[in-house]
């Protein structure tokens, strides 16, 4: 697959579904797998592996299968969220940790009672 700087933002819906779709026929072709080995083990019809091919819309879920049939779920990487720590934040918790062990007080109360 050439990889191509696509501008998302300048294009329509319309235009990202088909990218969409020419992304899976372009991924299902490199490992050469038919339509209805997809679908198969996506467990969807056909039909909507041919309807996104072909710049279609099919829904959030079906996506989700056709790329865990790709082993292409990876792409969806982009949607993690991931805690941004500030640096007093980070301070404040490198300060609570321990410095340095010390030895346990003993309990001298009943030593000393005999």
Known sequence: ?????????????????SAIGNYIKERRLSINKTQAQIAEKAGI????LVKIESG???TL???IQILRA??????LQTFKIEKIISPIELA???GRKRQRAR???KDKGFEESW
């Open 45 to 48: 019809n056909r039909s909507t």
């Open 61 to 63: 879920i079906s996506l």
């Open 56 to 58: 279609e819309s099919i």
């Open 70 to 75: 790709l082993d292409s779920l990876h792409i």
């Open 103 to 105: 030895e346990k007080k």
């Open 1 to 17: 697959m050439a990889k191509i700087d696509t501008d998302w933002v300048a294009m329509s819906d319309r235009a990202i579904i």
């Open 92 to 94: 404040k918790i490198e």
